[in-house]
């Protein structure tokens, strides 16, 4: 009997992974709340694959311990492999497929939302109302639609961003590494630098490559207009966070959207609430009235979440059964 084991299983989770069992009894199903490292491999020993989502590293030592146990299959059921060790995983054979599309609405809402709270200066607002100070001034908002919207990355989620900020009215342009030719023949694309130059709101939504970690840094920044706001609800490591902090002191950057950080393994979607968050930026970033923090939930709806279990496990299954997943990693 084929078996499925999954990892980092949340209670939210639950009810998709059992109706998805339901739908085929024939597969055996378990599941951990423990995320994938070399101390939990053992739990999944004769799983045909295993299925998982973290924001902790699949290391050398965890797919090396996996593959002990005769285990070769590694579906991911997120967009982003970045935290792959691709050069062991190939080394080893590993067969591994991820999410690549299960809602680019849910990330490309959340930014939206977040990049038009940041204008309405929505955070000094609700801070002031539970005060007690229902005075308007000096908290007056930016509207969207007299905003030129820049978004680097035209895939899933930056084309449905792109759309949403366009309902709003805003001014839209582009950049990407390759051009899709229905926007291209619309004329968004500009170059980074024009897109850096014009911009009100940047939002990022590129994965984290070798070529493009830290593309928001000093240099970058230097080119952006004075009272520029920053979205990244892709990948922490596209953002160099000393330099937006530098942004936000000099008043260059007037607000900084953070749904994804540099340093959230370990951190983000853990419970801080009578603990010190063991870093000192994030708590800093975190205070500011300016800066909007997310753990890492932009994808987090119902949609998405049901989506992902079952594309998931879908891929994890034809891996199984040696037949071709919906969505191989190409590696
Ligand atoms: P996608 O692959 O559909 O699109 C990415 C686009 O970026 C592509 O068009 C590609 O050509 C372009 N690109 C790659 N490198 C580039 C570069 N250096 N400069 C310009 N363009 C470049 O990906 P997607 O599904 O739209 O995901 C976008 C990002 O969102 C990824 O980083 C992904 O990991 C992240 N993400 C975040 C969350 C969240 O909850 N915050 C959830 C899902 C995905
Ligand atoms: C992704 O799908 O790549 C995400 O960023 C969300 C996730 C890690 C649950």
């Keep these: 009997m084929t078996k499925i084991f999954c990892y980092n299983t949340r209670e939210d989770e639950v009810p998709y992974i059992k109706e998805w069992g339901e739908e085929h009894p024939d597969v055996e199903v378990a599941y951990t709340a423990d995320p994938v490292t070399p101390q939990t491999v053992n739990e999944a020993k004769g799983a045909n694959g295993i299925v998982a989502t973290q924001q902790l590293d699949y290391s050398a030592e965890v797919l090396q311990g996996l593959a002990d146990l005769g285990i070769r299959n590694l579906s991911l059921r997120n967009v982003g492999y970045d935290n792959v060790d691709l050069k062991k995983a190939k080394e080893l054979n590993f067969k591994i497929t991820n999410v690549p599309v299960y809602s680019p609405n849910a990330i490309a809402e959340h930014a939206a939302i977040q990049a038009a709270r940041l204008l309405r200066q929505s955070k000094v607002m609700d801070a002031k109302v539970a005060n007690g100070d229902l005075r308007w001034a000096p908290t007056i908002g930016r509207e969207v639609r007299d905003q030129t919207v820049g978004v680097i990355g035209t895939g899933h989620i930056g084309r449905v961003f792109m759309k949403i900020m366009e309902g709003f009215g805003a001014k839209v342009i582009a950049y990407d590494l390759f051009?899709?030719?229905?926007?291209?023949?619309?004329?968004?694309?500009?170059?980074?630098?024009?897109?850096?130059?014009?911009?009100?709101?940047?939002?990022?939504?590129?994965?984290?490559?070798?070529?493009?970690?830290?593309?928001?840094?000093?240099?970058?920044?230097?080119?952006?207009?004075?009272?520029v706001v920053i979205v990244n609800c892709a990948r922490g490591a596209l953002v160099d966070t000393d330099a937006v902090i530098r942004g936000l002191d000099d008043g260059k950057v007037f607000g900084f959207v953070m749904d994804t950080y540099e340093g959230e393994a370990g951190i983000f979607n853990a419970d801080w609430q009578n603990k010190e968050i063991p870093d000192e930026r994030l708590k800093n970033l975190i205070s500011r009235s300016n800066v909007l923090v997310t753990p890492?939930?932009?994808?987090?709806?119902?949609?998405?979440?049901?989506?992902?279990?079952?594309?998931?496990?879908?891929?994890?299954?034809?891996?199984?059964?040696?037949?071709?997943?919906?969505?191989?990693?190409?590696?």
């Design 179 to 227: 051009k899709n030719p229905e926007l291209e023949k619309k004329g968004y694309y500009v170059s980074l630098d024009e897109l850096y130059r014009q911009s009100d709101v940047i939002s990022l939504h590129v994965p984290a490559t070798k070529e493009n970690i830290h593309m928001i840094n000093d240099d970058s920044i230097k080119k952006m207009k004075k009272g």
């Design 296 to 331: 890492h939930t932009a994808f987090y709806t119902t949609h998405a979440v049901r989506n992902m279990i079952f594309k998931g496990f879908n891929n994890c299954l034809a891996l199984a059964e040696n037949k071709e997943p919906e969505s191989p990693v190409k590696y």
